[in-house]
């Protein structure tokens, strides 16, 4: 599919998204507390979103920054729910 | 257009929801055992629902000329129960020779727990002792990739599996190469928010064109749209897909598939 076609179907669509998440880290910082490691993980997949090399695969790179890495089952399940972003061990 | 929608948790629909995937082009409609929003207390439980889903959800569908299949088992949500676990597997042989069963499903992981694991694999036995085709679901977000590398692992060590009978649910960007690289069918959900948008779900089919995929809404009780299917085959032909793809891919790759059940009918 040509370039200019791709962008005459999904750039307004796009667009929005982008002003959207722009929205929402702008509502996280009014709110009052702190970050949680939902939000540095977020910003850590905004900055995996710009970021050149590794082929066009933009997607599959902010989703493996939300991804648990480790391999080996936990011992109990904490919840049913995932929350979208593994919590590593902070320090 | 035609497509049988191959993932779709029809008793938690109404009647109005098997009346627009049959005017938009649904020729069969398959139904795996899932977690109810809440936990059963007993395996007496699971033997109503395995009723409803082989009895009298069928007839549901047939007032709508829908063909209508299911897959058993106990849901990887409430496998922290062992108890009940073993107790629901065990009532499964009873209804596998039902004739709208096609395997066992959709077994998987949740939160990738040992429990969790431990009823995975005696599903995975059960399946190969009754030869039977799975239908396996992948964790949801931070837990697929993880979920999806142990599931593999699994099926992969055990040598009464044929990979070509099993489908892998759930994939996205970044599990779906693994999935077909190990031989295994992969199915892509179209589901709001915690799944696949149908723009993705096309950019993945165009990075794996001939694949062993299928597409499916997995509409239940929560926020889903049992005409995510029709709804993508659309956006594929804005794209410039022809009906002829789009008819391999949402019609003639889950016949090839369900083929495999002695239960499947094909439908006309």
Known sequence: MQRSKVLDLYFVDARSRLIDIAAFLDRVERAEGDDDYRVRTFREALRALVAEGNGSKRAERVLMVFSDPTLEPVELAEGKAATGTWRRAEG | ?268
């Open chain 2, 1 to 268: 257009m035609r497509y049988i929608e191959p993932h779709a948790h029809m008793v938690s629909r109404t009647t109005d929801d098997y009346e627009a995937i049959v005017l938009a082009g649904c020729k069969a409609v398959c139904e795996p055992a899932f977690w109810a929003g809440f936990d059963r207390g007993s395996g007496e439980g699971f033997r109503d629902y395995f009723a409803q889903l082989t009895e009298h959800e069928p007839k549901r569908a047939a007032k709508y000329l829908l063909p209508h299949y299911c897959w058993l088992c106990i849901n990887p949500k409430e496998s922290e129960n062992l108890a009940l676990a073993d107790e629901v597997l065990s009532l499964i042989p009873e209804f596998l020779d039902r004739p709208g069963v096609l395997g066992i499903g959709e077994i998987g992981l949740n939160r990738n727990s040992r429990n969790e694991v431990a009823v995975f694999e005696k599903h995975v036995d059960l399946a190969a002792c009754h030869n039977q085709l799975i239908l396996v679901h992948t964790p949801h977000l931070e837990d697929k990739r993880k979920g999806t590398h142990i599931i593999l692992d699994i099926l992969k060590n055990d040598n009464r599996i044929d990979p070509s009978r099993v489908l892998i649910d759930h994939v996205e960007e970044h599990t779906v190469g693994m999935v077909l690289d190990a031989g295994f069918w992969g199915g892509i959900t179209l589901y709001p928010e915690s799944k696949c948008t149908p723009a993705r779900a096309i950019d993945i089919l165009e990075h794996h064109a001939g694949g062993n995929l299928w597409m499916n809404c997995a509409c239940d009780w929560g926020h889903s749209d049992p005409l995510a299917v029709p709804k993508t085959c659309l956006e594929m032909r804005r794209r410039g897909h022809d009906k002829d793809e789009i008819d391999h891919l949402v019609f003639q790759n889950p016949v090839r598939f369900l083929s495999q059940s002695p239960h499947f009918i094909v439908p006309s």
